[in-house]
């Protein structure tokens, strides 16, 4: 095989490894960011954790539109804090595992 | 309140589901920290795995399914009918019924335990290649019902789920009547539409929300994919020839050979 198809065709193999990588990732990462709390569930994102102490309502409406009463807003604060925060960098250093790794297929497999 | 997880292993000629029950235990154990109970046709040796195991000699009426392994298939006794007495034989008030395909990597379905809803189901389902078309588990056919997931099945003791389990026996006992009127091409009976059809139904024939959503998503490789490595809650999968690791994610990996050499 031509040296230049065979470059080309093990770094394709690399870009789709490192695209299903980050997909991996991503997805780990959403997973993350829900909450269980109160029965209900919740996801984590900036613009919600910020609302929560703001709005004076202690009914959330969960991922699945049920109405929830949270009693301690301020450890309901917490718990989602840490957790997109958990999350958040946890995908930062994961993601810089695979930017960090050899470029090749097994180099990404390998973190 | 008893809680606990629900599997069901029927061994065929080639493929050992109690091995994989055993590791799905194992990891329920790890992970979710509950006991598992089996329903079985096989002698299992009472090695504390398993909080009770359920002998089931009832005469079943067996079919055949292509298990396959990459691109190698074989056509193998498939002991499928079980699962509608799920709701009669659990021993668990609060039962999570899971295949034992299901690698547990995570502690997501504790939470099943902590929410009110009565009865929850994956609706969607997320390969984890790139190449798949997410569709074709969207309905149970082409100008049918929506599809809901029997491999993964939480549900509480109560009417409504005594009606449920009662109406999926009734299902199955008519398969054929409820296949063509659902216009299902597949001829083998599969639990996936035996418990859709009864969601439809139970939501008075539309759709509704009378089944609640799981936690977490529910990913999973076909039995065209490989599993090639099984590293604590890391996964590698070989998926049109491209490598794919997890890690903490919990993934149901149909194929079983490739389970099966693993563990």
Not at chain 1, 57 to 85: H, R
Not at chain 2, 161 to 184: G, S
């Amino acid at each position: 095989m031509d040296q230049r198809l065979k470059t080309a065709l093990e770094y394709a193999d690399y870009v789709t490894t490192f695209k299903n990588q980050k997909r991996v990732l991503q997805e780990t990462y959403n997973k993350d960011c829900v909450v269980y709390y109160c029965g209900g569930q919740f996801t984590a994102t900036r613009e919600f954790i910020t609302s929560i102490l703001a709005v004076k309502c202690d009914i959330f409406v969960d991922n699945n539109l049920t109405p929830i009463e949270v009693l301690d807003k301020e450890d309901f604060y917490n718990v989602l804090s840490k957790a997109f925060t958990d999350a958040t960098e946890k995908y930062h250093n994961e993601y810089q595992k695979i930017v960090k790794s050899q470029r090749t297929v097994q180099g990404i497999i390998d973190v | 309140m008893s809680k606990g997880i629900l599997v069901h292993a029927f061994n065929n000629e080639d493929i050992n589901y109690v091995k994989q029950a055993s590791m799905v235990a194992e990891r329920v154990k790890k992970y979710l920290d509950l006991p598992t109970s089996v329903i079985t046709d096989c002698n299992i040796e009472d090695d504390g795995t398993f909080e009770h195991i359920i002998n089931l000699d009832t005469p079943q009426n067996y079919t055949q399914k292509m298990y396959n392994n990459g691109n190698v298939g074989k056509h193998l006794t498939f002991k499928n009918n079980a699962r509608a007495l799920s709701y009669d034989l659990t021993p668990y008030e609060y039962t999570l019924m899971l295949d034992t395909d299901i690698i547990i990597c995570d502690n997501s379905y504790k939470y099943c335990f902590e929410q009110n809803n009565p009865l929850l189901m994956y609706k969607d389902a997320y390969h984890l290649g790139q190449n798949l078309d997410y569709r074709q588990f969207n309905k149970i056919s082409d100008s049918s019902i929506d599809f809901y997931w029997a491999t993964c099945v939480y549900f509480a003791k109560c009417k409504q789920n005594k009606i449920f389990f009662d109406l999926i026996k009734h299902i199955e006992e008519n398969w054929k009547h409820y296949r063509m009127v659902y216009q299902i091409v597949q001829q083998t009976f599969r639990n996936d539409f035996a418990f859709s059809i009864a969601v439809h139904i139970l939501n008075g024939h539309a759709k509704g929300d009378i089944v609640g959503k799981m936690p977490s998503k529910l990913y999973y490789t076909i039995d065209k994919d490989i599993l090639h490595k099984i590293n604590n809650d890391e996964l590698t999968f070989i998926i049109d020839n491209n490598p794919i690791k997890t890690k903490q994610m919990t993934v149901h990996a149909m194929n079983k050979y490739s389970l099966e050499e693993l563990l």
